[in-house]
């Protein structure tokens, strides 16, 4: 062979070993994100393309209410043939609630492949509540069990789920939890006893989001009573980690005699919470009122107040009615003004952000009401306990309003709070 034949031999085994930056691999195949088509095409290119494709295609799995049985089934064909496909699933929607009862080919087949996702981050559960855990597949509770206690679960979202086990959750590594018109019981999973969980075992969640409407059926009679659950020491949440709190409850006229053990529960929880709590969403729906005196008593008379919070810095409130009349449409505006006129002036010392939203569903502005009530919030607003607030943020929203209408509301929000506005802290906007 020549030198010259050498030598070109030689240039051709170097440029065939030549390979691609394995971080512009990586840019390609996530440009293509959620192109499930093209990320498939990447896969078979070879194994830098391989891994970070799959790692897209399999990362999210939604199990939905028309789809979940197919694609269960699906999905147990494929982890069957490469079961390291179950390592790369980090979040998992299970909207098909059939899946986890009864004892047919589709609930088994979920109970085999939920204990291979042990690196599932998100899990979000939906049903139409009328299933209880007690009803639910040995099976699927059994791998349920596993992957809460023994995986790296850090998100759990219950929406209308019945009676979950309280155990389950403060025993796993939990980090954000969602009660979405959902119940917690303090029962055994079925499975195996529960050991008592130590100190540094036991769930330290730091963002809890909880959603609350009176329902037949409950555990619970009220938001008091949920929340009371949630405290009790025996059920062993720890609130001590805890930075982001949401409360969303709704308010019927047969259930507002209730307001007042549902505020002072709120303090306690919000207490319990109070030394690294962040950010606090409160968010009541007042409904179906009769809007007489007697109700405007109830929410004047149920000291609805935050407490101290020294590390809050944003605290975001919602008027919300969906009542359309004037009388009405005062009590939400009467509950938000109280607990921002209860605030002590040491209660909030890191508070900057205030955002306040307020909906209503009909086309009247009530604007002789709103005019007034603006004019008092901006005294409190400018009092010295939330003098140091740097900015507020105003937003409302009717379901009819047209858009020309927006205009003159937001000038007379800006109207009432006319030294808010002088200072550059008030920001207003209007939605449909």
């Known amino acids: 062979m020549s030198s010259l034949t050498k030598k070109q031999s030689e240039a051709d085994g170097q440029s065939s070993q030549l390979k691609v930056p394995q971080e512009l691999i990586n840019l390609i195949i996530d440009f293509h994100q959620g192109d499930i088509r093209t990320l498939r095409t990447c896969a078979l290119i070879g194994q830098g393309f391989r891994a970070r494709a799959q790692e897209l295609i399999f990362g999210r799995v939604r199990l939905g209410p028309a789809t979940g049985k197919y694609v269960t089934g699906k999905l147990r064909t494929i982890l069957d043939g490469s079961p390291h496909l179950a390592l790369y699933i980090t979040t998992l929607s299970v909207e098909d609630y059939m899946l986890l009862t009864g004892g047919s080919h589709w609930t088994a087949s979920f109970a085999i492949i939920l204990p291979q996702m042990t690196n599932l981050r998100n899990l979000a559960l939906q049903s139409d509540g009328s299933v209880e855990w007690e009803n639910w597949s040995r099976a699927v509770k059994f791998a349920f069990q596993k992957i809460m206690t023994h995986g790296k679960l850090s998100s759990l979202t219950l929406k209308n789920v019945k009676g979950f086990p309280v155990d389950l959750i403060v025993t ?11 119940d917690l019981k303090r029962v ?20 809890l989001n ?8 409950s555990s619970f009679k009220g938001l008091a009573d949920l929340i009371s659950f949630i405290l009790d020491p025996y059920n062993g949440f720890n609130f001590s980690s805890l930075q982001t709190l949401t409360l969303r409850f709704h308010y019927g006229q047969a259930h507002i005699a209730t307001l007042a053990l549902d505020a002072q529960a709120i303090r306690r929880l919000l207490q319990a919470a109070s030394p690294h709590l962040r950010d606090v969403t409160i968010l009541p729906t007042f409904y179906d009122m009769a809007g007489g005196a007697a109700e405007e008593q109830t929410i004047l008379s149920a000291n609805v107040s935050l407490g101290r919070l020294p590390k809050l810095q944003k605290l975001n409130i919602q008027f919300r009615t969906l009542d359309n009349y004037s009388t009405r449409g005062r009590l939400p505006y009467l509950w938000g003004s109280q607990m921002l006129t209860n ?19 009909g086309s009247n502005p009530i604007k002789e009401f709103n005019l007034g009530f603006w004019q008092g919030l901006d005294g409190i607003l400018n009092a010295p306990p939330l003098l140091s607030v740097e900015s507020v943020n105003v937003a409302f929203s009717f379901q009819w309003f047209q858009p020309k209408d927006f205009h003159p509301m937001i000038d007379l929000i800006r109207g009432g709070l006319r030294r808010l506005s002088e200072r550059g802290a008030l920001h207003v906007t209007g939605s449909r």
């Open 343 to 361: 605030i002590g002036a040491d209660d909030l010392p890191d508070l900057s952000i205030i955002n306040i939203t307020c909906t209503f569903p």
């Open 188 to 207: 055994a999973s079925n499975i195996c006893e529960p050991e008592t969980p130590t100190e540094s075992e036991v769930a330290r969640l730091r963002s």
């Open 172 to 182: 796993s590594t939990l980090v954000e939890l969602e009660l979405d018109l959902s």
């Open 210 to 217: 909880i959603k609350y409407s009176p329902q037949v059926g």
